[in-house]
Structures are given as structure tokens and as C-alpha cells.
């Protein structure tokens, strides 16, 4: 047996050699054991990988854009990321974990302003309740600390900080695209919406329905963006990585790409294609089912998503 998977690599190294890459069986079977390429061994039920031939030329391109972009110390999701921007299949584990860790990437963040918001306050004040959240006093010094980041991507921080903050943005101006903001009221909306992300981010429980609104929105009232959503927050998102599906994955790919064409922030390595397909499973999923938002799409949810994209 292991002479026969054997050849099986060495067939495929040799397609990539002819492609111009280089790699060593070790690597084919970590990326393998990630999900990055499917197993020699398709698996029975397709929702654990994709259904393509394990030593296609599909995934000989895919294994040498890997060897182009791996490199010591990068998070292997963000090569995982690449591999979805370009096209290529992913296994549901690394669909999940990628997306996931996508969001993650805005947690640290969160976390790091939260822990300088802390440092901040008084905890023998009488307003501190036992959650340690000060309502409207924590989302103040929120306010003026929200650039902090982890130090996994403190080189980097400058960039985030901005096209975080730029992403949230373009969301407000969209949700109030009717009501005619003035830039003032777009940066106070917009600074707002992102105060109370971060406070979700760090508890998502102690949100009032109105605080819920503000992350959403910018506004305390309750709004219905088009098609009566409601924008998700990313305690929402996260859970939706968690859950996510290739047939999601695919099917809102198009929608995407057309946000993105809209949002150019979203394009940069931070906000990609996946960032933006897990936002949009969530908001479809809020619509049907904001209780259960762990529960995949109906197929004839994907099915009417993808009449309107032949449309």
C-alpha cells in the first residue's frame, strides 16, 4: 500500500514540477491533513472534500500556488483564504476553521481594545456591574481605543485598524443609502456600529436590543436593510463560520465578488472573498432563521440564490 501511495505522489509531484513548482511529499500531506488538497482517497461523503480526482491538475495548480505562498510563521488558513480567492476546493474542516479564523483575526482586535478600555476604567465604580461592562462609559473609552491590536499583527496594524474601520463604514452608508447622511453623521453612525462590535465581540449576551442595533446599524432604532435582514454582528458571523458549507461557500461567491466590486476595502488580503461570503451566508441565514443561525441554508435557499445569479 505504501509503495502505490507512493506513486500517487510522485505522479503528482511530477505535474507540478512541469508547472513549475517544487515540493516535497511532506508538504503534500500537511497540506493534505489540513484540508488544503484532497486526500489520495476521495471521501465517501462529499461534504468532507471536494469531488475531484486527488491527483488532477486542479490540484497540482492548487499545490503550487501553495508552495508560492506558504513560508514559515504564516497561519496556514491564510493560504487556505488564497486558495478560495483563486477558485480552488477546500475541504469543509478548512472552509470552516479558515473562516473562522478570518474572524478571528477582528476578535484580536477586539480583545485588545477591550483589555485597554479596562485599563482605563475604575473597577471600584458603582456602575460596574458583574459583567464588567460600564454601558455607555465602557463604549466612550471604546471609542478612542479601538486601534490596539494582537501582537501577532501588530506590523500590520495600521492597515486593519483603517480597513476595519472602513469596512464598517461602507456597511453604515449602505444600510442608511435612503436617508441622505451627512459625513458627520456617517463617522458618528459609523464609530458607534463599531463600539458595540467590539462589546459583542467580548460578550454578545449582555447587548440590549437597542446596543444590538447600534453594532448593527449605528442607530439604537431597529432598520431592514434590503431584502428585511438585518446585518449580522460578528458574534454572529463566527457562528456561521463555524457552520458553514461548501455548497454555501460556492453558491454566495458571486454575490461576493459583486460586494466586493462595490467595496474595494473588502478586497485587500484582511477583508477577502471569504470574509465577505461568510457575512452574506449570515445575513441569509438571519432572515430565515435568527435563532438557529448554526443551521445551513435550504437547498431551495442556494437554488433561488442561484436562479437570481443566471438572472
Known amino acids: 500500500m505504501t509503495n502505490r501511495l507512493g506513486k500517487a505522489d510522485q505522479e503528482l509531484l511530477t505535474r507540478i514540477g512541469r508547472l513549475g513548482g517544487s515540493v516535497s511529499e511532506a508538504q503534500l500531506e500537511r497540506w493534505r491533513s489540513r484540508g488544503l488538497l484532497p486526500p489520495l482517497r476521495p471521501a465517501q461523503d462529499s461534504i468532507d472534500g471536494p469531488p475531484i480526482p486527488p491527483r488532477s491538475d486542479v490540484v497540482a495548480r492548487a499545490a503550487v500556488l501553495l508552495s508560492r505562498v506558504s513560508r514559515r510563521g504564516r497561519p496556514w488558513q491564510l493560504n487556505a483564504e488564497r486558495l478560495f480567492n483563486e477558485g480552488y476546493p477546500l475541504t469543509t474542516k478548512a472552509l470552516r476553521e479558515t473562516a473562522s479564523f478570518l474572524i478571528g483575526l477582528e476578535n484580536a482586535t477586539m480583545q485588545a481594545a477591550w483589555a485597554a478600555a479596562q485599563n482605563e476604567l475604575d473597577p471600584d465604580e458603582s456602575e460596574f456591574d458583574a459583567t464588567g461592562l460600564l454601558g455607555e462609559s465602557v463604549a466612550q473609552v471604546l471609542e478612542s481605543l479601538r486601534r490596539p491590536m494582537s501582537p501577532a499583527r501588530r506590523r500590520n496594524a495600521h492597515r486593519r485598524s483603517s480597513l476595519l474601520e472602513r469596512v464598517v463604514e461602507a456597511e ?5 443609502r435612503e436617508s441622505g447622511l451627512s459625513p458627520e453623521q456617517l463617522t458618528e453612525y459609523a464609530g458607534s456600529a463599531l463600539t458595540w462590535r467590539l462589546v459583542d465581540f467580548v460578550d454578545p449576551q449582555v447587548l440590549t436590543k437597542s446596543e444590538q442595533n447600534l453594532a448593527r446599524h449605528g442607530v439604537a432604532e431597529t432598520m431592514a436593510p434590503e431584502g428585511g435582514g438585518a446585518y449580522p454582528l460578528p458574534s454572529e458571523r463566527l457562528v ?3 457552520s458553514l458549507t461548501l455548497a454555501e461557500a460556492e453558491q454566495y461567491r458571486g454575490f461576493a465578488l459583486g460586494r466586493i466590486e462595490m467595496n474595494s476595502a473588502l478586497g485587500n488580503d484582511d477583508f477577502g472573498l ?9 445575513y441569509e441565514r438571519r432572515k430565515i432563521a435568527p435563532r438557529h443561525l448554526d443551521r445551513p441554508l435550504p437547498q431551495s435557499q442556494l437554488d433561488a440564490a442561484a436562479a437570481l445569479l443566471r438572472g
Open 274 to 282: 471569504l470574509w465577505v461570503v461568510t457575512w452574506i451566508v449570515a
Open 240 to 242: 456561521v463560520a463555524q
Open 172 to 176: 453604515i452608508a449602505w444600510a442608511h
